[in-house]
């Protein structure tokens, strides 16, 4: 089980911006599998952005090209720089790790406690 400790959130206008941030409790290197889901009001929990596979990312298609995952090592760190938000990127955002093992055939997920955004004017 990796621990996961997120933060960064809040309320911003519509067309701001937020970095969020999430700090893991062993090297990224040892992880398959990280980045940033969300689950606005009434919606199901969905993909944001996802580092896997080493360096490959995934973006969600309502994100891309205004949302940004990136990571330093060092830290052990992953952040989702947000830009041009908008009223429904409203959501808990949660950091998220998959961590691979028996040769890629058992799989153990971790997620953070969660972080509210809220873009509203």
């Known amino acids: 089980q990796v621990q996961l400790v997120e933060s960064g959130g809040g309320l911003v206008q519509p067309g701001g911006s937020l970095r969020l941030s999430c700090a893991a409790s062993r090297s990224i290197f040892s992880i398959n599998a990280m980045g940033w889901y969300r689950q606005g009001p009434g919606k199901e929990r969905e993909l944001v952005a996802v580092?896997?596979?080493?360096?490959?990312?995934n973006y969600a298609d309502s994100v891309k090209g205004r949302f940004t995952i990136s990571r330093d090592n060092a830290k052990n760190t992953v952040y989702l720089q947000m830009n041009g938000l908008k009223p429904d990127d409203t959501a808990v955002y949660y950091c998220?790790?998959?961590?691979?093992?028996?040769?890629?055939?058992?799989?153990?997920?971790?997620w953070g406690q969660g972080t509210q955004v809220t873009v509203s004017s």
């Open positions: 998220y790790t998959r961590v691979l093992s028996n040769g890629g055939q058992t799989f153990s997920d971790s």
């Open positions: 580092f896997s596979s080493g360096s490959v990312t």
